[in-house]
């Protein structure tokens, strides 16, 4: 998974509002209460290589050959990577301090590229 963004937040509707570009941006509401907001974007990876693998499995490669087995398993770990590995997830919270009760580093929204 990419890092984690977490933005800092003064009260629910400061929340809401630095939320609502993610949500018109394509990020998911994951988890909502009144001390946090957990969006996520899902990545599937490129358009066109997806084109690409589906077009050898389908009409290049031979069903009785080894290589469209093989093409299948690169193709859905290909998938299954940008899936887990490369969404994004953004945490706005109001609270400053973890479970330890260490002092938690926030982005600046203004260096985050939405």
């Excluded at 890092?3 to 630095?18: G, H, P, Q, R, T």
Aim: glycine content about 4%; charged content about 25%.
């Amino acid at each position: 998974m990419t890092k984690l963004i977490m933005l800092k937040a003064k009260d629910f509707d400061d929340m809401e509002s630095i939320a609502k570009p993610f949500i018109d941006k394509g990020y998911k509401i994951m988890s909502s209460d009144a001390k946090h907001i957990l969006t996520k974007k899902r990545n599937f990876g490129n358009r066109y290589v997806h084109i690409l693998f589906l077009f050898l499995i389908l009409f290049v490669i031979g069903y009785d050959s080894w290589m469209v087995y093989a093409t299948c398993i690169i193709y859905s770990i290909y998938f299954i990577y940008f899936l887990f590995k490369k969404s994004k997830l953004v945490l706005i919270t109001t609270e400053s301090k973890d479970t330890e009760g260490n002092l938690v580093e926030f982005d600046k929204i203004e260096e985050i590229k939405i």
